[in-house]
């Protein structure tokens, strides 16, 4: 039985046991003794009209009472199902398995059992609140997690070399072996050659730290970045560099205007990727 209809009974009932016991008073006792005045009558009068306002008042404290409870819920519902959409779409953004973050399904529960008198009786509507609660707390917690998952692997993705290191261009000679363009004998050409206009923008593969910005021998003007986890990527045979050392790039901002300084027979960028301080096929990685 609802809290409501309980305290409707409960107010009929106090009103008619009212009733029968002023009957009674009238029929019997008062009836034995003496007649019943008029002052009495208006006194019970009185009293049973002041009872029924109190009634009232009760009835309609009730009714405030649960329509706020039932805005209550419907807002908490309403929360969580956006949580539960928002995180279907995270896990699928993420490419994750079902599993740890299913948000299909109830968030687990348990307990050891009680038995009869073993705790508060706690009301149907205010375990309904806390269960409503629990499945909040549990997406929030879900999602939580699944944000610093994301932001993990957007990390990891952001500091490994990827893309081409110039606004346009083409590519002019491959890493490994080669015919070398000044002497004519056989080297091994440790990146990859981008032909392009003079003064093209050169831009970051990868987020990282500029490690150096200045000439260095055959390079010419050359920058090199550090991206963490053992990358390092270099820019050589600049007309000018944009960066100086200790400064904080993001992938595919310009870094250097291409130039052909050092060893350089043209216009080029020689672009390096080493890690753990051994070069790499960039090929790999601007593919």
Known sequence: MTFKRLLAHTAAGFAMLALVAGAWLAGGRWGAESPLGEFTLARWNEDLAAQSEQLARIQ????????????????MQAQ????DALGKQLTEVAKLKRGEFDFDQEPALGGPETG???GPVVPALDSMLDTMDAQIDDRRRQLTALQNL???REL???IVPGGRPVESGYISSLYGQRTDPFDGNQASHQGLDFAG???TRVLAVADGIVSHSGPDGGYGRLVEVTHGNGYVTRYAHNAKLLVKPGQTVKRGEPIALMGSTGRSTGTH???EVLRGGRPMNPLTFVR
């Open 60 to 75: 309609q404290d009730a009714d405030d009472q649960v329509a706020t409870l039932a805005t209550r819920v419907g807002r």
């Open 80 to 83: 969580l199902i956006r949580l």
């Open 116 to 118: 009869p008198g073993e």
């Open 150 to 152: 994301i932001l993990t």
């Open 156 to 158: 990891a993705r952001q």
């Open 197 to 199: 206009a003079p003064g």
């Open 269 to 271: 960028l020689h672009f």
